[in-house]
């Protein structure tokens, strides 16, 4: 199975500087299971260094499991570490 890269999509518009993703994909075969990444993404403005960026925390990479695992998964995550968003893609 393919490994995702963890990247920001320079298509999407992130209101929020620390948040969770979650996307799942459409399964290979009509009887598999959809495929989830979850990523907790957070950005960090200049330090003393000057370097400012998002940093990403891969938490499932490419799983086999529903659309409402994922979710279920996520939510808790995001409740643990008080991670104020959800940010949802679902390929179909």
Do not use: Q
């Not at 320079?10 to 979850?38: C, H, K, M, Q, W």
């Amino acid at each position: 199975m393919a490994r995702v890269a963890p990247s920001i999509r320079p298509t999407e518009t992130y209101t929020e500087p620390n948040f969770v993703r979650v996307y799942t994909g459409a399964p290979d075969a009509p009887r598999s299971a959809r495929l989830a990444t979850i990523e907790h993404l957070s950005y960090s403005a200049a330090n003393s260094a000057g370097r400012a960026g998002w940093s990403c925390t891969t938490i499932v990479d490419g799983e086999a499991m529903s659309k409402e695992d994922a979710l279920f998964i996520a939510r808790s995550y995001a409740v643990e570490n008080n991670v104020p968003v959800i940010y949802e893609c679902h390929g179909e």
